[in-house]
C-alpha cells in the first residue's frame, strides 16, 4: 500500500467522496454549505450511481436500474431544494394492481376497502385497524431515520457515556408507546411477513399486495423470520407530503441526482466522473487520501465513502490498518437482493386478460405474484436452481406519467424482478444465462397479458452480476446489505462502527451500508455529513 507524501503541488481538500450515488451528493452538499471544499468521484462518466436515466434503446430512456420514488426524505428535499433545481415527482393513478387467476386487485386512494371486500369482508374491514397501527409503528421509526444510532464503543465510561445517553432518550421514545404499539414493534422485527399478515387476513391477494413489499430487494421467503421489517421498510416513504404513497420523478430516478448535483455545484462542490478509485491512503493511522486507477494521487483531510462496505474494506483498504475482528465482520456482512432488472421498449400498453382495458392501473405498480405461496416456491426454486420458472414481477410503465421517456405512441417498462440467485449454484456463471432468464420474464408477463411479447422493440436485462459490475450493488444488492436485524441500526453494518466512522481514523462512510440502510433516501448522506462536521468543530479532522 502506498503511503501518501506531502508534496506541495498536491492540493488538499477537505473532503474526498469515493461515489457519486445520490447518498454521496446529499453528503456532499451539506458539507459544502457548511464551508467545507469537496471532491465527488465517481467512476462512471453519469453521476448518480443507481438512481440514473439512460437511454436503453434509440429514442427510449429510463430509470435504468432504481425505478421509483417514496423514500426521498423531505427534510433533504427542502435542505437541497431540490424542487428549485428541476426535481417534480408526480404520483401513481392508482397505487398498486394485483392481476388474478378469478379477477384483480387495485390499491388507491379510495379504492383499497371495496377492492379487498371483493374477496373478503372480514379483510376489508380490518384493513383501516391494520393500517392505523402500521403507520404509529412507521411513524416512530420516521424520527430515527435521520438520527445516528447510540454507538457501542469500547473504552471507559467517558466515552460511552454520550452514546448511554442517546440510548436512554431512545429508550424513553420507546417506552412511552401503549404497549399494543410495543408488541407490535416487536412482531413486525422479529416475525415473517407471512406469519404477520396471516394474522390479520384471510384472504390471499390483500396478502400477496402487502406480502410483496417484505420480498422486494430481499433474498427471501415471505416467511423467513425477519421479512416483516422489509415490508415496514417500505412503509417508511411519503409523495409530496402523502404517507405511505409512491410517485414517479419526471425525467426518471436521474432526474433526483442530477438536482443534487446542480445542488452540489451551486455550493462549490468538484464532482469528477470516470474517476475509478483504486485505494484508499493511509498516513499514521488515518486516512489521508486516495488514489485513482490512473495513478493520480488525491489529498484529503476526510476520505467519505459511498460504496458497500464489502467493497470498501475489502478492496480498497489496507487489512493491516483496520482491526482483525472487524475484517471478519465485513467478510461476512451479507448482501444479495435475488434481483434482475429489465427495461422494456414498447410498441404499445399491455393488455390484461383480467383488467385489458387501457387505464389507470396502468400506471401502478403491476405486481405478478398471486399469493405469499406463489413467493416462497419462487424463493425456493431459485435456491435450488437459480431462478424460479414462476418468477415474481414488478412492472412500471412510467411513460404514462412522463411523456419524456419515450416517443409519441409507444412505451418505456421496468420490469424489477424477484427471485434469482445473487450467484448461481454449480459455478454457472449469469453472463451465460442473462437473456434465458430475460426470456422468461417476458414469457412470464405474457400469460398474464397476451401479445405483451410481441409489443416488446428492444430490452436492457441487468442480471446480479450486472448491477455489482455496473453500480457496486455486491450480488444485486439493492440495499446495500440485507435489511435483516442482525445488520440494522447499531449494527449497521458492524456494532461499534453505526456512527459513520470507521476504525480507520478520518476514514467515514455515508452510503445505504449504514443507517436506515437502502432505497433513494438521502438520510445516510445528510447523517454522515453530521457526524463529519461535528468532528470538524471539535478539531478531529
Given at each position: 500500500?502506498?503511503?501518501?507524501?506531502?508534496?506541495?503541488?498536491?492540493?488538499?481538500?477537505?473532503?474526498?467522496?469515493?461515489?457519486?450515488?445520490?447518498?454521496?451528493?446529499?453528503?456532499?452538499?451539506?458539507?459544502?454549505?457548511?464551508?467545507?471544499?469537496?471532491?465527488?468521484?465517481?467512476?462512471?462518466?453519469?453521476?448518480?450511481?443507481?438512481?440514473?436515466?439512460?437511454?436503453?434503446?434509440?429514442?427510449?430512456?429510463?430509470?435504468?436500474?432504481?425505478?421509483?420514488?417514496?423514500?426521498?426524505?423531505?427534510?433533504?428535499?427542502?435542505?437541497?431544494?431540490?424542487?428549485?433545481?428541476?426535481?417534480?415527482?408526480?404520483?401513481?393513478?392508482?397505487?398498486?394492481?394485483?392481476?388474478?387467476?378469478?379477477?384483480?386487485?387495485?390499491?388507491?386512494?379510495?379504492?383499497?376497502?371495496?377492492?379487498?371486500?371483493?374477496?373478503?369482508?372480514?379483510?376489508?374491514?380490518?384493513?383501516?385497524?391494520?393500517?392505523?397501527?402500521?403507520?404509529?409503528?412507521?411513524?416512530?421509526?420516521?424520527?430515527?431515520?435521520?438520527?445516528?444510532?447510540?454507538?457501542?464503543?469500547?473504552?471507559?465510561?467517558?466515552?460511552?457515556?454520550?452514546?448511554?445517553?442517546?440510548?436512554?432518550?431512545?429508550?424513553?421514545?420507546?417506552?412511552?408507546?401503549?404497549?399494543?404499539?410495543?408488541?407490535?414493534?416487536?412482531?413486525?422485527?422479529?416475525?415473517?411477513?407471512?406469519?404477520?399478515?396471516?394474522?390479520?387476513?384471510?384472504?390471499?391477494?390483500?396478502?400477496?399486495?402487502?406480502?410483496?413489499?417484505?420480498?422486494?430487494?430481499?433474498?427471501?421467503?415471505?416467511?423467513?423470520?425477519?421479512?416483516?421489517?422489509?415490508?415496514?421498510?417500505?412503509?417508511?416513504?411519503?409523495?409530496?407530503?402523502?404517507?405511505?404513497?409512491?410517485?414517479?420523478?419526471?425525467?426518471?430516478?436521474?432526474?433526483?441526482?442530477?438536482?443534487?448535483?446542480?445542488?452540489?455545484?451551486?455550493?462549490?462542490?468538484?464532482?469528477?466522473?470516470?474517476?475509478?478509485?483504486?485505494?484508499?491512503?493511509?498516513?499514521?493511522?488515518?486516512?489521508?487520501?486516495?488514489?485513482?486507477?490512473?495513478?493520480?494521487?488525491?489529498?484529503?483531510?476526510?476520505?467519505?465513502?459511498?460504496?458497500?462496505?464489502?467493497?470498501?474494506?475489502?478492496?480498497?483498504?489496507?487489512?493491516?490498518?483496520?482491526?482483525?475482528?472487524?475484517?471478519?465482520?465485513?467478510?461476512?456482512?451479507?448482501?444479495?437482493?435475488?434481483?434482475?432488472?429489465?427495461?422494456?421498449?414498447?410498441?404499445?400498453?399491455?393488455?390484461?386478460?383480467?383488467?385489458?382495458?387501457?387505464?389507470?392501473?396502468?400506471?401502478?405498480?403491476?405486481?405478478?405474484?398471486?399469493?405469499?405461496?406463489?413467493?416462497?416456491?419462487?424463493?425456493?426454486?431459485?435456491?435450488?436452481?437459480?431462478?424460479?420458472?414462476?418468477?415474481?414481477?414488478?412492472?412500471?410503465?412510467?411513460?404514462?406519467?412522463?411523456?419524456?421517456?419515450?416517443?409519441?405512441?409507444?412505451?418505456?417498462?421496468?420490469?424489477?424482478?424477484?427471485?434469482?440467485?445473487?450467484?448461481?449454484?454449480?459455478?454457472?456463471?449469469?453472463?451465460?444465462?442473462?437473456?434465458?432468464?430475460?426470456?422468461?420474464?417476458?414469457?412470464?408477463?405474457?400469460?398474464?397479458?397476451?401479445?405483451?411479447?410481441?409489443?416488446?422493440l428492444g430490452r436492457q436485462a441487468l442480471s446480479p452480476l450486472d448491477l455489482e459490475r455496473t453500480f457496486g450493488l455486491v450480488g444485486g444488492d439493492i440495499f446495500h446489505g440485507a435489511l435483516s436485524l442482525d445488520q440494522l441500526f447499531s449494527a449497521r453494518p458492524v456494532l461499534g462502527h453505526a456512527?459513520?466512522?470507521?476504525?480507520?481514523?478520518?476514514?467515514?462512510?455515508?452510503?445505504?451500508?449504514?443507517?436506515?440502510?437502502?432505497?433513494?433516501?438521502?438520510?445516510?448522506?445528510?447523517?454522515?455529513?453530521?457526524?463529519?462536521?461535528?468532528?470538524?468543530?471539535?478539531?478531529?479532522?
Amino acid at each position: 500500500m502506498l503511503a501518501l507524501s506531502h508534496n506541495s503541488a498536491v492540493e488538499t481538500r477537505d473532503a474526498l467522496i469515493v461515489g457519486g450515488g445520490h447518498n454521496g451528493l446529499v453528503c456532499a452538499a451539506y458539507l459544502a454549505e457548511a464551508g467545507l471544499n469537496v471532491t465527488v468521484l465517481e467512476q462512471r462518466d453519469i453521476v448518480g450511481g443507481a438512481a440514473v436515466t439512460e437511454e436503453f434503446h434509440p429514442g427510449f430512456r429510463n430509470s435504468v436500474a432504481s425505478y421509483t420514488v417514496s423514500l426521498l426524505n423531505p427534510k433533504v428535499i427542502a435542505d437541497l431544494d431540490l424542487h428549485r433545481y428541476g426535481l417534480k415527482i408526480v404520483e401513481r393513478k392508482v397505487s398498486n394492481f394485483l392481476p388474478l387467476d378469478d379477477g384483480y386487485l387495485l390499491a388507491g386512494e379510495g379504492l383499497t376497502r371495496d377492492q379487498v371486500a371483493k374477496f373478503s369482508q372480514a379483510d376489508a374491514d380490518r384493513l383501516e385497524e391494520f393500517n392505523t397501527r402500521l403507520e404509529t409503528i412507521a411513524d416512530t421509526l420516521r424520527q430515527l431515520v435521520l438520527e445516528t444510532p447510540p454507538n457501542l464503543r469500547e473504552g471507559g465510561w467517558l466515552s460511552a457515556l454520550p452514546e448511554l445517553i442517546k440510548a436512554a432518550g431512545l429508550g424513553g421514545r420507546l417506552g412511552g408507546m401503549p404497549m399494543g404499539t410495543k408488541r407490535d414493534l416487536l412482531d413486525l422485527f422479529s416475525k415473517s411477513a407471512g406469519d404477520w399478515l396471516d394474522g390479520w387476513f384471510e384472504s390471499e391477494p390483500i396478502k400477496a399486495l402487502l406480502g410483496f413489499d417484505s420480498v422486494v430487494g430481499n433474498y427471501a421467503s415471505p416467511y423467513t423470520p425477519g421479512s416483516a421489517y422489509v415490508l415496514l421498510h417500505h412503509v417508511f416513504g411519503e409523495v409530496n407530503g402523502k404517507k405511505g404513497s409512491w410517485g414517479h420523478a419526471i425525467g426518471g430516478m436521474g432526474a433526483i441526482t442530477q438536482a443534487m448535483a446542480r445542488c452540489c455545484e451551486d455550493r462549490g462542490v468538484e464532482i469528477r466522473t470516470g474517476c475509478r478509485v483504486a485505494e484508499v491512503l493511509t498516513e499514521d493511522g488515518a486516512a489521508a487520501g486516495i488514489v485513482l486507477e490512473s495513478g493520480e494521487v488525491l489529498s484529503g483531510r476526510a476520505v467519505i465513502s459511498n460504496l458497500n462496505p464489502k467493497l470498501l474494506f475489502g478492496s480498497l483498504v489496507d487489512q493491516d490498518a483496520l482491526p482483525a475482528d472487524f475484517n471478519d465482520r465485513i467478510a461476512r456482512y451479507r448482501c444479495g437482493s435475488g434481483t434482475f432488472r429489465m427495461n422494456l421498449a414498447l410498441s404499445e400498453l399491455p393488455r390484461f386478460t383480467c383488467l385489458p382495458e387501457a387505464g389507470d392501473h396502468l400506471t401502478a405498480g403491476i405486481i405478478i405474484a398471486p399469493s405469499l405461496a406463489y413467493m416462497e416456491k419462487a424463493y425456493s426454486d431459485a435456491r435450488r436452481q437459480g431462478w424460479s420458472s414462476e418468477p415474481i414481477i414488478e412492472m412500471l410503465i412510467p411513460s404514462l406519467l412522463d411523456e419524456t421517456l419515450a416517443p409519441d405512441g409507444q412505451h418505456v417498462a421496468s420490469l424489477f424482478c424477484q427471485h434469482v440467485a445473487p450467484v448461481l449454484p454449480g459455478g454457472a456463471s449469469w453472463d451465460d444465462h442473462r437473456e434465458t432468464v430475460a426470456d422468461l420474464m417476458i414469457d412470464t408477463v405474457d400469460q398474464w397479458a397476451p401479445g405483451f411479447k410481441q409489443s416488446v422493440l428492444g430490452r436492457q436485462a441487468l442480471s446480479p452480476l450486472d448491477l455489482e459490475r455496473t453500480f457496486g450493488l455486491v450480488g444485486g444488492d439493492i440495499f446495500h446489505g440485507a435489511l435483516s436485524l442482525d445488520q440494522l441500526f447499531s449494527a449497521r453494518p458492524v456494532l461499534g462502527h453505526a456512527d459513520h466512522r470507521s476504525p480507520l481514523k478520518r476514514l467515514y462512510q455515508c452510503g445505504s451500508g449504514t443507517h436506515p440502510g437502502g432505497g433513494v433516501t438521502g438520510a445516510p448522506g445528510h447523517n454522515a455529513a453530521r457526524e463529519i462536521l461535528k468532528d470538524v468543530r471539535a478539531r478531529r479532522i
